[in-house]
C-alpha cells in the first residue's frame, strides 16, 4: 500500500496547519486542491470523502483522517523517524497529549469566543474551556520556560498550538502581540525551514 498521503488542501484554511506538519515530517504527499469558490469541498466526491466537507482531510494506507489535531497527531506517529512526538513509554508523552489536546480542546473554543464576541458563559466551569483569559495565561505560562511547549523539544504540538497563535496574532487577538512570550515563540517557529515551505504554498 502507498505511503503517499492525499492531502485535501486550502489554504485559506486550517489545513495549512497540516501542511506544516506534513513537511516537518518529511511525508510524502499528493496535494489536492480543493476550491471553496467552485464548492469543490461540497461535491458528492469529497463528501464520500469528509461528510463535514472540511479541510484538512487526509487518505494514507486507505484510512481517512479529518480534525486538524488528529491529522497532526497521526502523522507524528506514521512517521516517528521525523522525532515530532514524544514515543509511548517517554515520560514527555503526557505533556505532549495535554498541550496537543489543550489546543484543540480549550485554545480554538476560547479563541472563537472572543473574536467572534460572543457573550460570556455565565457558568465558565461548564465549559471545558473555561475563559479567553485563562487560557492565554495557562499558554504563557507553559511557554516561559520554552523554548516550546515541551521544554527544549520541538513537536507537532507546537506546530498545531503555534500555528493556532500565529493565527489569533494576525487577526488582532488580544494578550498575544506584544507579549515577549508570544513573540519570540512565533518567531522561532516561522523561522523553521519546514514552516516557511509550507507557508510558501
Not at 492525499?6 to 484554511?13: D, G, K, M, R, T
Request: proline share 8%.
Amino acid at each position: 500500500m502507498s505511503e503517499e498521503i492525499v492531502f485535501y488542501h486550502n489554504p485559506q484554511s486550517r489545513a495549512q496547519m497540516a501542511h506544516w506538519m506534513l513537511e516537518e515530517a518529511g511525508a510524502p504527499y499528493k496535494t489536492v486542491l480543493i476550491d471553496f469558490a467552485k464548492g469543490e469541498n461540497r461535491t458528492p466526491a469529497f463528501l464520500a470523502i469528509n461528510p463535514m466537507g472540511k479541510l484538512p482531510t487526509i487518505v494514507h494506507r486507505g484510512t481517512v483522517v479529518t480534525e486538524t489535531a488528529a491529522i497532526i497527531a497521526y502523522i507524528a506517529d506514521a512517521f516517528p523517524a521525523a522525532g515530532l512526538a514524544p514515543p509511548p513509554g517517554d515520560p514527555l508523552r503526557g505533556a505532549y497529549y495535554r498541550w496537543l489536546f489543550f489546543g484543540a480542546g480549550c485554545m480554538e473554543p476560547a479563541l472563537l469566543d472572543k473574536m467572534m464576541n460572543r457573550p460570556p458563559v455565565e457558568r465558565k466551569a461548564a465549559v471545558g474551556w473555561g475563559s479567553y483569559e485563562e487560557v492565554m495565561a495557562t499558554l504563557k505560562t507553559a511557554l516561559a520556560n520554552g523554548p516550546y511547549l515541551l521544554g527544549d523539544k520541538f513537536s507537532a504540538a507546537d506546530v498545531y498550538v503555534g500555528s493556532e497563535i500565529r493565527f489569533a496574532m494576525m487577526f488582532g487577538a488580544p494578550a498575544l502581540k506584544g507579549e515577549t512570550v508570544f513573540d519570540d515563540y512565533v518567531a522561532r517557529l516561522s523561522a523553521r525551514p519546514a514552516a516557511q515551505r509550507a507557508a510558501g504554498g
